[in-house]
C-alpha cells in the first residue's frame, strides 16, 4: 500500500548571501502519485548534497537554469523504483540515479534516471562519492584539465571534502607530490594519515601564508575547490606551464566574489587556468567507473561520507559546505533499501 503523505522541500526564498531558515520549507504533502506510460514512480534513498546546488538558487546566468521559487529543491539522488508505466525502460525494484530533488518521492521520465549497477567490491553509497560524480570530478578535473604527471606537485583546495579528498589520492598514485589545504587539524591529520598527502595546511592557521610557500615552493597542478584568497596565493606560485584546474569556488558562493589579484603570473609562467564540468565527460564515464571501482576493490582508493538522516534535515545540512563542517562526501539518508511491492 502506498504512503498517505510524503515529504517534500520547497524552495521558498531566494538568498543574497549565506542560507538561512527562510530559504526553504518542509512540506508534508498528500500522496497522489502515479506514473503515466513512459514514467516510474521513485522512492529516494541517499540525497547527495553539493556546493553547487548554492549556485542553483542565485537568478543568474549558470550552466543550468536556476530553481524557481516555489519548486522542489533540485539535487541529484539514488532511489528505488515502487511503480512504473508500461512504457518505461525500468521495472519495479530497479536501482536509479538521477536529478531526484529533496522529495520522499517523485515520477520522473524513464529516460531522465539510469539504472545503477554497483561494481563488485562497492557498496550502493559509493554512487554516491568515489564512481558517482565526485569521483568522476576528480578524475577528469586531474587528468583531462590538470594533465598532472609524476614527479610534479600537485596542490588541493577543499581536500578534505568529497571531490578534494578524491583527487589527492589519485595524485598520489600518479606519482605526484602532494599538498592538501584544509579547514581544521582534525582534517589536516586525516589527510596525512588516512590519505597518504605529503603535507596538510590549515588554512585557518595564522602562519597559512608561510606554511603554504615552505611546503609547496612552487606548483605545478592546483585543483582549486575553494576560490578566493587561496586562489590567489597558488596563482602567485606557479611553475613554468602550470595548470589550475577551477573544479569550484566554494569560499565565493555566498559573499560577492573579490575577483583576482595575482593573474599575471598566468602570462610570464605560461600557465593555463580552465574551469570545467564533469557532465562535459560523459560519455567516457563507464572507462572511469571502471578505473575507480577497481582501486576500490583494491583497497587504494578510501573514502569518507559524512551521512545525514532524514530528508528534512536537507536544509541544515546544505550549509555544512559552506562552514566546514563536514569531512568527505554529505549525503541524506532518507529511506533503507529494502525489496518492495509495486505500489
Not at 604527471?149 to 578524491?166: D, F, H, M, N, R
Not at 597558488?234 to 569556488?249: D, E, F
Amino acid at each position: 500500500m502506498p504512503p498517505a503523505t510524503y515529504t517534500r522541500i520547497i524552495f521558498q526564498e531566494r538568498p543574497t548571501g549565506e542560507l538561512t531558515p527562510r530559504t526553504f520549507r518542509v512540506e508534508r504533502v498528500p500522496f497522489d502519485l502515479r506514473p503515466a506510460a513512459e514514467e516510474v514512480l521513485v522512492k529516494t534513498l541517499y540525497l547527495s548534497l553539493d556546493p553547487t546546488q548554492r549556485m542553483w538558487l542565485n537568478p543568474g546566468r549558470n550552466y543550468m537554469e536556476p530553481v524557481q521559487v516555489g519548486d522542489v529543491m533540485r539535487g541529484t539522488g539514488l532511489g528505488v523504483v515502487v511503480d512504473a508505466g508500461p512504457g518505461s525502460r525500468h521495472k519495479v525494484g530497479d536501482i536509479v540515479d538521477g536529478m531526484l530533488g529533496w522529495r520522499e518521492y517523485g515520477v520522473h521520465g524513464h529516460k531522465t534516471v539510469r539504472r545503477v549497477d554497483v561494481p563488485q567490491g562497492c557498496e550502493l553509497i559509493d554512487e554516491m562519492g568515489p564512481i558517482g560524480m565526485t569521483g568522476l570530478t576528480a578524475y577528469f578535473g586531474l587528468f583531462d584539465v590538470g594533465k598532472i604527471k609524476a614527479g610534479e606537485t600537485l596542490v588541493v583546495s577543499g581536500a578534505a571534502g568529497a571531490t578534494g579528498s578524491i583527487a589527492c589520492q589519485l595524485g598520489k598514485r600518479a606519482g605526484a607530490k602532494v599538498i592538501a589545504i584544509a579547514g581544521s587539524k582534525e582534517k589536516c591529520d586525516w589527510l596525512e594519515t588516512e590519505l597518504g598527502v605529503d603535507k596538510a595546511i590549515n588554512y585557518k592557521s595564522p602562519t597559512f601564508r608561510e606554511d603554504f610557500i615552505k611546503s609547496v615552493g612552487y606548483l605545478d597542478v592546483f585543483f582549486d575547490n575553494v576560490g578566493g584568497d587561496i586562489l590567489n596565493l597558488a596563482l602567485a606560485r606557479l611553475n613554468k606551464g602550470a595548470r589550475v584546474a577551477l573544479c569550484g569556488a566554494i569560499s565565493d558562493y555566498n559573499s560577492k566574489p573579490k575577483g583576482l589579484t595575482t593573474y599575471l603570473n598566468l602570462i610570464s609562467q605560461r600557465a593555463r587556468l580552465e574551469g570545467f564540468l564533469v557532465l562535459d565527460y560523459a560519455s567516457q564515464f563507464s572507462k572511469a567507473r571502471q578505473e575507480l571501482s577497481k582501486m576500490i576493490q583494491e583497497g587504494s582508493l578510501k573514502r569518507q561520507f559524512h551521512v545525514v538522516e532524514g530528508i528534512e534535515k536537507c536544509p541544515e545540512a546544505l550549509p555544512l559546505l559552506f562552514s566546514g563542517g563536514n569531512i568527505g562526501k554529505l549525503v541524506v539518508k532518507v529511506a533503507d533499501h529494502r525489496p518492495l511491492a509495486k505500489l
